[in-house]
């Protein structure tokens, strides 16, 4: 073996170098962004696998003996408010791991040791000062009468709690025999099919109700499965470039050695031995450098760390580093062995002869003739006669280029549209607001906001200026939906299943949220009266005509929830312009606690104007959201039941303004009213929104360093190209040609790949824009496809600078020799 020392040889290690360097970023980033989602994941739905409701303290030893966990948090109901409160909140004995699973953490203090000790939320603590002086927070609750409790430690806000407006306060578990919930978190080394089998059959033995968290779950399956189809791909991508930046350097390096493989054979070389050769001599030009890149590669994804923070903007990003590495050599070593067989397969096949006479592919005749292409001269014949020369490495090279641009293109589609899908999300669920105020209902009294607080909110000012944008009020009626013909229910299971939901809260207050009575069925739901505003944002779902829109507006109708099944189909089977009765007490709350017979009901017959398959107003209480109910303007409730209080307001600071003195002039509005908090949702909207963005970001981040990939991989292609013309140049030059005609000849070559390649990735791209299109549309409130034409044209315009580029790279290798 010889030693590489030529400037050739050293460009050529350094390029496979670089392609490892750029292999390892593009795993290791795309390996950490998908650990990061799943992080974010954990945030919004826990890191809980399982819960458990009502364990008896012994069954948990068992379930630990049984099941490895990292955490495993109990919770058990203590007390909560007395039933005229004006306040509503619940007391919860918990444990630590309760904490670690919720991912709420101690802002200050500490975890309470005593019975007379309790921790809180910070939003929790600013909706009920009234109660607190000093460190003592003084509650009156429904079991045990007045108590006081020292508050010793405050916790960062829990966003389910919050966007529920449920205010709990926590006390350390005792060591007591009661049942109580558990939420547990498998360890990673657990097989968690074999432990949810294991704790689904033990709760169902023992008749407790078992719940998986089915999300988080599919997200650490996404993130741990090293075969998936993601990673499958990009494996067969970094493959084919491997393969042919290797096969284009060694085919450089044996340009002049056929004949010597030619000699080795004549003088009866083993063909183990002629193989040993032809793998050794690979593996010495690309063995250290791919090592090298590899270990540059990792370095330098930690030395990103901060950069890939700060340029897009996130709370933190981890990188992800672990033995999941090694899948970087597969392809490496797959490229090594398929060249190594080409080329033993190649010396094999030819003869002695034509080896000892070997001429490299590039100088071949094996195009069609000049005079067959319709050129106008020469000069231009050239360049697409000699892509033609070899045209599989010609259409590799335009593929290649022409796929990674059209992932460029529909990564940036996809990320714009999973944008518009969230922020159709947050408009349509009430999400874009910051600051929300909710009212719980309690018995023989209807909580909230009436028309003249809601103007004094409307007219908030700080330093005279007016500080509110937008206040949108809904008004909410407890009752039952009245269904009179069976045949209107589609999925009479997903009712059933009703009361079984929400555990003890079902059974003991709620009693039965759905129940048949002598062929009519009764359903516990909500009439929710929506303002202009609201209706505006989601008219573009609904499929009435603008009458039926005024005669929603002016009270004439209703839109139906249609909750989905499992199926996604609506489990109501009502259709527009049908009518549907909804029946409710006349004190406009259920009271829970009286029989039927006690109490007086008004019936009411709605038209169903539209209906929706998404609710985006939360009303929090009574019934669990997913269970339908109907829509109407406040217009009607106003005008057919007298209802004048809003339960849920949303409001928007203007911009410029500090939310939180907002907040303070909200507060002392509502301080005086029972049953309403006001939770701010400023980091939550900012967050949804920062992640979705540097996802984007992110993505396209790793598409272009694929695009420069591709880049060095055609740069390599043409320096070979080149330098296998020499003597075709010299040729022309003896003929006539002039330098200029000769980089025209290098340059217009590189620009028709670039072309092709371009011609590639809009016909590929505008394919997988569709096909994405219709994957995200199921999570379309509204039908957008977005408009992708700026993309489309700069990576245009990328690809025939990169064809260009990689063209005018080689000129400096022959510059000498076109004097």
């Known amino acids: 073996m010889r030693l590489l020392k030529s400037k050739r040889n050293i460009f050529f290690s350094t390029c496979i170098a670089t392609v490892l360097v750029l292999f390892t970023l593009v795993f290791i980033i795309n390996r950490s962004l998908s650990y990061n989602d799943l992080l974010n994941t954990q945030k919004e739905v826990t890191i809980s696998h399982v819960y458990i409701e009502g364990l008896m303290p012994n069954d948990i030893g068992k379930i630990k003996k049984e099941v490895e966990v990292n955490y495993l948090g109990q919770e058990q109901y203590y007390d909560g408010n007395k039933a005229r409160s004006d306040k509503y909140f619940t007391l919860i004995n918990i444990d630590r791991d309760i904490l670690k699973i919720h991912g709420l953490s101690l802002l200050n203090g500490r975890f309470p040791d005593k019975g007379d000790e309790v921790i809180l939320e910070k939003w929790a603590k600013d909706n009920m000062k009234k109660y607190i002086s000093g460190d003592y927070i003084y509650l009156d609750l429904y079991h045990r009468g007045p108590q006081k409790f020292k508050i010793v430690g405050l916790l960062g806000d829990n966003s389910l709690n919050k966007g529920q407006s449920k205010i709990e306060i926590y006390r350390k578990i005792e060591d007591s025999p009661g049942p109580r919930d558990i939420y547990i978190s498998l360890s990673d080394k657990a097989n968690k099919v074999n432990s949810i089998a294991f704790l689904s059959k033990y709760a169902k033995n023992k008749g407790y109700n078992m719940h998986t968290n089915k999300i988080l779950l599919e997200k650490e399956a996404l993130y741990s499965n090293i075969f998936s189809k993601d990673m499958l791909l990009m494996n067969i991508l970094f493959f084919l470039i491997m393969y042919f930046s290797i096969k284009g350097i060694y085919y450089i390096s044996i340009r002049d050695r056929m004949r010597e493989f030619g000699v080795l054979r004549a003088i009866g070389i083993e063909n183990r031995t002629l193989y040993g050769n032809i793998i050794g001599d690979i593996l010495y030009q690309s063995l250290l450098p791919a090592l090298t890149g590899i270990i540059i590669g990792g370095l330098l994804s930690f030395l990103f760390r901060n950069t890939i923070k700060n340029l897009y903007s996130l709370d933190s990003f981890e990188i992800v580093l672990d033995y999941h590495i090694i899948l970087v050599m597969i392809p490496v070593i797959l490229a090594w062995l398929a060249l190594s067989l080409d080329n033993y397969r190649r010396i ?370 043409m320096i070979y190209k080149v330098l296998n013309r020499m003597d075709e140049y010299k040729v022309l030059m003896k003929i006539g040609a002039n330098k200029k005609q000769i980089r025209y000849i290098v340059l217009l070559e590189g620009l028709i790949l670039g072309l092709i390649s371009a011609i590639f990735s809009i016909f590929i791209s505008n394919l997988m824009e569709l096909g994405i299109y219709h994957y995200i549309l199921g999570s379309l409130y509204e039908p957008v496809f977005y408009n992708n034409i700026r993309t489309s044209i700069l990576v245009v315009l990328l690809n025939i600078v990169l064809g260009l580029i990689s063209s005018a790279i080689p000129l400096a290798y022959i510059r000498k020799y076109i004097k």
């Open 348 to 717: 094999r096949r030819g003869t002695i002869t034509s080896l000892l006479n070997f001429e490299n592919e590039d100088t071949e005749n094996k195009s069609p003739r000049i005079r067959s292409i319709p050129t106008r001269n020469l000069i231009s014949k050239i360049p697409l006669n000699n892509l033609l020369k070899n045209k599989y490495k010609t259409l590799f090279m335009t593929l290649s280029l022409g796929i990674i641009s059209s992932i460029l293109i529909a990564g940036v589609f996809y990320s714009n549209m999973k944008n518009i899908a969230l922020n159709q999300a947050i408009k349509y669920e009430n999400r874009d607001y910051i600051l929300s105020i909710n009212a719980f209902y309690t018995a023989n009294e209807v909580s909230g906001l009436d028309e003249n607080e809601l103007n004094q909110i409307k007219n908030i000012r700080i330093n005279n200026k007016s500080a509110i944008k937008e206040v949108d009020g809904f008004k909410v009626l407890q009752g039952r939906m009245i269904i009179n013909d069976r045949d209107k229910i589609r999925d009479i299971s997903f009712f059933k299943d009703l009361n079984t939901t929400g555990g003890e809260y079902t059974k003991k207050v709620l009693k039965w949220i759905f129940r048949e009575d002598s062929g009519q069925y009764e359903v516990k739901s909500n009439i929710i009266g929506i303002n202009d505003a609201y209706l505006n944002k989601i008219r573009n779902s609904l499929k009435f005509s603008d009458s039926d829109l005024e005669k929603f507006k002016n009270g004439q109708g209703a839109i139906l929830y249609n909750a989905p099944n499992s199926k996604g189909q609506g489990v109501l089977n009502y259709k527009n312009k049908d009518i549907i009765s909804f029946k409710h007490n006349i004190k406009y709350y259920e009271n829970l606690d009286s029989p039927d017979d006690k109490e007086i009901f008004k019936n009411l017959d709605l038209q169903i104007l539209g209906q929706v398959d998404n609710l985006g107003v939360y009303t929090q209480d009574y019934v669990p959201d997913f269970v339908p109910c109907l829509l109407v303007s406040n217009t009607y409730l106003d005008k057919y039941t007298g209802l004048d209080k809003y339960k849920l307001v949303k409001i928007n600071p203007k911009p410029g303004f500090s939310v939180k003195k907002v907040s303070y002039k909200i507060l002392s509005i509502i301080e005086s009213k029972p049953n309403v908090n006001l939770s701010n949702f400023e980091e939550e909207i900012f967050s949804s929104r920062q992640f979705s963005d540097s996802q984007e970001r992110v993505l396209v981040s790793l598409n272009l360093i694929l695009l420069l990939i591709i880049f060095l991989n055609i740069c390599n292609s």
